[in-house]
Nanobody
Framework: QMQLVESGGGLVQAGGSLRVSCAASGRTLRGYAMGWFRQGPGTEREFVAAVSWSGTVTYYVHSVKGRFTISRDNTKNTVYLQMNSLKPEDTAVYYC????????????????????WGQGTQVTVSS
């Protein structure tokens, strides 16, 4: 069983930056593609970013492309989401998730592909 714990959320002004982290325990991230999702007030959980097991392939939802960067350090069993130029509409609880990868460059964007989820970390962007 894998446990995922997010950290690094907080309150930031519009235009600012924040980096959230996701640490895995109980099982190595080797063989898992990772994703970040978010859920704002009164909205459904939506896909934000994904990274392949190898770390060389990434994919972003259009609204964050060019502002957010997903990365991973497999030696530390940790995944990151660097968020720059934050906007009030980025306010949400951010969740990381792990999906069993079919190959080193696979990535996933659908919630049902992810087997493990963290508890989330709140990111609030003030205007």
């Amino acid at each position: 069983q894998m446990q995922l714990v997010e950290s690094g959320g907080g309150l930031v002004q519009a235009g600012g930056s924040l980096r959230v982290s996701c640490a895995a325990s109980g099982r190595t991230l080797r063989g898992y593609a990772m994703g970040w999702f978010r859920q704002g007030p009164g909205t459904e959980r939506e896909f934000v970013a994904a990274v392949s097991w190898s770390g060389t392939v990434t994919y972003y939802v259009h609204s964050v492309k060019g502002r957010f960067t997903i990365s991973r350090d497999n030696t530390k069993n940790t995944v990151y989401l660097q968020m720059n130029s934050l906007k009030p509409e980025d306010t949400a609880v951010y969740y990381c998730a792990a999906a069993r990868a079919s190959n080193t460059d696979s990535y996933y964007i659908n919630r049902e592909d992810f087997a493990y989820w963290g508890q989330g970390t709140q990111v609030t962007v003030s205007s």
